[in-house]
């Protein structure tokens, strides 16, 4: 037997919606915890030289991580560190478009929206790659 939750579209993306914004905020507990960790890293140089001069300046309060990886901090050891992560999240991407996991994961979302949008009569082409 199917509950209300098993049938309306809405109900199933409020759940989808809350379920992300709690994983969301174990994350960001996650992330806090994590960022700590790299600072004393960084501090120690453990991280190497750049990263040890940017924490620096960073607990000085020249500049921030977000200025760093935006690009608004313009250092040589910011820029250095911003290009790896760039290399990174590239590599990341790449790796992340060849897991069946994420594909199965877009291909459901993608027909989560077409029933939501066939229930509201909005029926639209998905966008391409699966962006909502």
Do not use: H, N, Y
Request: charged share 35%; glycine share 6%; aromatic share 2%.
């Amino acid at each position: 037997m199917t509950g209300p939750r098993d049938t309306d579209p809405l109900a199933r993306i409020r759940a989808v919606v809350e379920e992300v914004e709690r994983r969301s905020q174990a994350d960001a507990r996650r992330e806090a915890g994590r960022a700590d960790t790299v600072a004393e890293a960084a501090r120690r140089g453990e991280l190497g030289p750049e990263w040890r001069r940017v924490q620096e300046r960073v607990d000085q309060g020249r500049t921030t991580l977000a200025d760093v990886f935006s690009g608004k901090d313009t250092s040589p050891d910011a820029q250095a560190l911003a290009e790896r992560s760039r290399e990174r999240v590239t590599q990341l991407a790449q790796a992340a478009r060849q897991d069946e996991s994420v594909a199965e994961a877009v291909e459901e979302l993608d027909a989560i929206r077409t029933r939501v949008q066939d229930a509201l009569g909005e029926r639209r082409p998905p966008q391409q790659g699966g962006a909502w």
